[in-house]
Structures are given as C-alpha cells and as structure tokens.
C-alpha cells in the first residue's frame, strides 16, 4: 500500500487528479450507503411503533399541507396585488 501511494505521489498532475476523484467518488458513495442503511432502520423503528397511527397521520399530514398551501397563496396573491396597486403614474399637461 505504501508503495502505492509513493508511486502516485511521484506520478504527474493529472495522475494524482485522477486518484483524488476516484478516491473521493468512492468515499462518497460509502458515505450515502451507510447513511441510506442507517436512514432506512430508523424509519423502519419508527413504523413498527406508530403502525396505527399511520391512516390518521396521512389525512391530518394533507389537511396540514392544503391550508399550507392556502396561506402561501393568499400571502403571494396579497404580495402581487400590493405591489400592482402601488404603481400609479401621473401625467400632468
């Protein structure tokens, strides 16, 4: 291992960009993996305890996210509407 790592330090530029990038794609790709796997047990304890809960949860969560929704669009149509109503222009003969 350490001869390899003397022959890739002793290597050009590109060489050791190309090590960089094949190194960090695989660290990477270990770090979504135990993330996915430690993501997936979490949600799979959470489940297994709120197993009933599930069906309530659903139609409180889009009764939550429908007046969500309602709010932003009032705020947004409020924002619009404000900003057309106070531009006025005057021409005077």
Do not use: H
Not at 23 to 48: D, G, K, P, R
């Amino acid at each position: 291992m350490r001869e390899f790592i003397k022959k890739i330090q002793n290597s050009d530029k590109p060489t050791k960009r190309k090590w960089i990038i094949i190194c960090s794609a695989i660290s990477m790709f270990v770090i979504v993996v135990i993330w996915l796997i430690y993501f997936n047990f979490s949600f799979n304890a959470e489940n297994a305890q709120k197993m009933e809960v599930v069906d309530n949860s659903r139609t409180e969560f889009w009764n939550v996210f429908k007046t969500g929704l309602k709010v932003v669009w009032n705020g947004m149509k409020n924002k619009i509407s404000g900003l057309m109503g106070s531009n006025t222009i005057e021409i005077i003969k």
